[in-house]
């Protein structure tokens, strides 16, 4: 199992859904960064359950506890291990599942390739484990902060309702004003109302995060292989439910001439190479162009539904299941930070990665 | 820079466009897999230049040799290196380059990184590095084809120009057959003359590689971050030109209801478990579950036209560009063997991974 | 800070001396091995503070909680997450060194690399990192009994104190039966007033711990550049207060020439390929053969003293320090299980990486 | 097999002692470097056999062939391949062992290990493979170079001739002017007269180089695993035919008290923090503290000797074997180089990660 990210700013997440606890440690941190607690909690509480009638009912604090790598509230370089405990466990919710494979789940591939598994609540293949990438992802973003890089994620597609306008377009900053997390606030309304009509039916439902970043300078990202849209492409693909990864033209700028899709170079009145479009999406030969970095991320509907479905027990048996946990309709609304925290790793890795580079 | 993919079967790769050589070392190879170098030669052949008028006239005979690791036609275990020698340089050609930013090309992200680079041909970011990857791609088929798996790519797109079948409605033994890499002659015709249209007006054109992996056993991929598909996504991206991934439903499955999206389990007249339908495209929880495999990829046009196009040059002063080398219209049914390459990387080093899984 | 060891078995270690805990993630540790928790707790105990007068008062329960990677008593294959929380931490004991660089510690190289450091105890310097290691070794060690493989680490030299007898003329069994944790009941005691003496001195005391690794199968360690001893050698390099590493020969074997060093090989009555002499130490071009492997690690003196001595302060001011906390007269006795479980990692890795070296 | 060094400045060596060439590809070498090919080509020369009648005859004019990854006698940051043409393969010299096992060779493991080997004079075992690591440390030097740090190596000892003098008090400027590679030129012509004579009697001997490291800052190292006598450690130890590796005291400094060996903390004239005493080997806590480091490494004798032997074939049958080829007497000589070129890798890495640890 890979629970390791990243090359410089490196982090190790462990933990089970309904084990004592999950958590994170984060190597490879720089010395001297502020290490704003508050700010790692409420990055924290943006991801967390119950936060409105569309999301999961489970009762998590998700409070986050620092037990080493940080000393009068600056990071020192060494390690930082943050734990957040499991408080509502239940497990007795998923002992029905003990032998059950669960549609879509990862119950069948990881009781055939570990020959054992921790069954409650999904074990390590529950989306719980993304908390643990949004307390490190929450600690990359204050070091992006410090250089004036912002990540901003938003939801901008559920089912077939689909935002039309661009981020630039949008004003991004009342994307948490609602429980959708969509900067829209009519559309918001729409997708929340459709969100409910699907709980109320016990079925689930996909979309799409959008996600922008901006300010980030000319150079990060490593080509052949670790380009900056392949890293982050890659980051966006670790997270439950993620099916597709595209960033600037993406899938629709296959059907463009090149002379189209062609972005022409200026230099704008700062002296400052810029380009007039942006079908690059911020990234050239797999590094950042200086142009802000636009990319879309397709999550599936969960898999868990309340409706019954044909499966198979771990005997091969015909069965049929029905979820009865406590559930998320649509992953959306909580996905938006995940989204954010996974770029902000990506980012922080290539900004001490693109460090080493020159000599002198 | 990050010339190295991979983790267990590694590849090293390098060179520039016009140096004196591109190459690969592949640490991690089993030892005793059978080296078919006539196979291996046959994959470059298949990605190399001048195989049709809508292909770059770039003469090269991308002659591979084996200068390491192989003793009497099998592998030693030891680290494999395959130099492929630049011919046709032709280092004039390039010389008008050496101050000017290409729109859409890696000449400026480049330059602000290093500080200095091999602007001849696009150096380093040229897509002649990819000719190192199919050869390693190649010997992973052959370590693949031991094991009953294989990887089938073909152009999908063009354009607007799509084929409305999927991978099984098709027969994909006919991809080769003809300049395009599109397994339906009829609208392989159909693009063929499009992109030579596109060509005649010194214009480009994107599309999309769809891939199929079939025989791949259930565990392959190691969640949570090298998930099976994340990988994919990240080698997939790493590709010159690559916009957006893809795999099972895709985008299109954000649109899905769960009870629509959900692939059920049944268990098969052999005792396999497998799955109704499959939206999950072969994997879940990140972990190959045995059903085909199967993602899109996709291409934006080809940078290079040869229109004149509005751009700046090192000092930051206002310049008009336009191509002149030898480029290719379209870069897709080139692509096809680059992307099964990779595939093919990605796979193998899977296979080596799990072998390490399970005690005893 | 690389606070990571390991390809396959990887461990990631975090904590300082007078932080709210220590611990490790081990990553890697196949599924399916029995998680025996008494066996690591007793491993620790080893390790502890306070178990005879020779050893440091710091009073420690050293009791391991486990958080994730295990579910009911084997290993999953997920990150096991090991915790053990600092009780006897009396940070005020320290207050005096916040700007004192101690000779021969890390205070003043920290100081300069970090630009920050937790001073409290040695922070993240302190050898109290190595009861993390201690428990990812015991899990190590768990792996290696069910395949016969062991780990004897002993003390065999303390000043000049020195075992003239080889291991294989010692009765290893009794290494635990005395507090130096020496082979030798005669030398042990010897060398426990001697260490005893040099405690009431207010002084310090090196030695050497020696370390033998029976039952390793033939193949282990990887060529050219991870060879067994040389991954041997950085392990034990690791561990606090090291300045030297030898296996086999050794250093004497310079003296020795090639008709006299060279092993010959024999068939033994069971038809396996044995040497006559072991001054390979039973590695031959870095991979083992199947032969004892032995090696001896040198431990300078203790740096603490609780003798005045000349230092400077972080303002380069000239000063007198002095130890004051509870510090060990000789740390060679807790060292024993410190080395035996970087052995152990260091062999569980080369085990798990082996299984991908050959094909089919 | 493993044939990567280092986390950023990385190499990749490849190539067998008879196949068509060996090699490296360096990756992470920092764009901007003057590439220095005739101090290459000049470094190769002091490895290369044939210097003197005491090493091998082998005929190699080891002329190195840049491939990629420099452009106008720069180093662009892409990786840097260079090869080495094998001109005197011979391979007929080596039939007569396909089938043999040569004692305190590596023909028994790599047999086992990986089923299949290039039986040719050692092949991938052979110390033909350092030739690639001196070209890359020779460019390592060069980075070093630039910081005014520098690597001097020499032979201090061989067989029981063991030169008494410290580093400090020998002009290590003399090295060079000897066969041998001893500093001091009186204990170098007895050196050579003893080598002279063993290889007369077809026997060979071992001995140590030492090497000094002048000029290193302060902070190069990570503790805790990646400590930098840990990286030195693992670089000498993975180089052929070293048994033991000490830095500063060393193994004697286990006989010191504490308060003999701890070096006590001044500021010197130029407000410098140094150590009166350099017991430490200027390292502390893993990292460099701004003193000359030293190390020793003991070399074992050579396994091939003209001698007849006992020892066994594949089939397990007793067999004589006895050298024939070209070979050593005693690699001390040729070994200075390959120290250092080791030494500068592990130092360049150090230098580049080094980069990353502070934030802002």
């Given at each position: 199992?890979?629970s ?7 982090i ?8 004592a ?20 909690q ?8 119950g936060?409105?009638r ?7 604090a998700?409070?986050?506890q ?27 919710d998923y002992?029905?599942?003990?032998d ?8 069948f ?6 020959g ?13 484990e993304?908390a ?14 410090d ?24 004003d ?17 309304q ?9 709980r ?54 296959v ?24 079908h ?12 802000d ?15 019954e479905?044909?499966s ?16 998320d ?7 938006v ?11 922080v890795d290539?900004?001490l990665?693109?460090r080493?580079?020159?000599?002198k």
């Open positions: 199992m890979s390791t990210y990243g090359k410089i700013f490196k190790a997440t462990f933990g089970e859904s309904h084990g606890a999950i958590g994170v440690v984060v190597e490879g941190c720089p010395a001297g960064v502020t290490f704003d607690l508050a700010f790692i409420q990055e924290l509480d943006r991801r967390k359950p936060q409105s569309i999301t999961t009912q489970r009762r998590e998700d409070t986050v620092v037990l080493s790598g940080v000393f009068e509230e600056k990071t020192t370089g060494t390690p930082i291990s943050m734990v957040i405990w499991n408080e509502d466990q239940r497990s007795k002992s029905h599942i003990a059950q494979y669960r549609p879509s789940h990862a119950d591939t990881y009781q055939t390739k570990y054992v598994r921790d069954y409650r609540g999904g074990g390590r293949s529950s989306a719980r993304t643990a990438r949004v307390a490190a992802g929450a600690l990359a973003k204050l070091v992006l902060a250089l004036g890089v912002t990540v901003q994620g938003y939801v901008s597609q559920v089912g077939k309702l689909k935002l039309e306008k661009e981020y630039h377009e949008l991004l900053s009342l994307t948490d004003s609602n429980a959708v997390r969509c900067p829209d606030p009519v559309m918001a729409e997708m929340f109302d459709f969100i409910d009509a699907i109320k039916q016990g079925d689930s439902i996909g979309g799409i995060v959008s996600c922008v970043l901006k300010g980030v300078p000319v150079g990060w990202g490593e080509p052949v292989f670790d380009k900056l849209h392949a890293e982050l492409g890659k980051a966006m693909l670790s997270i439950n439910a993620v099916k597709g990864f595209e960033y600037g033209s993406g899938f629709a700028g059907e463009l001439l090149g002379s189209e899709h062609n972005d022409a170079f200026y230099t704008d009145e700062d002296g400052r190479v810029r380009t007039r479009t942006n690059s999406g911020g990234i050239q030969g797999g590094i950042s162009n200086g142009e970095i636009f990319f879309n991320v397709a999550f599936k509907p969960v898999a868990t539904i309340m409706q479905q044909e198979v027990n771990r005997e091969g048996e015909k069965i049929l299941v029905q979820g009865k946990g406590r559930h309709p649509c992953v959306l609304p909580r996905a930070p995940i989204v954010e925290a996974m770029a902000a790793l990506v980012l290539f900004y990665r693109d080493t580079i020159r000599h």
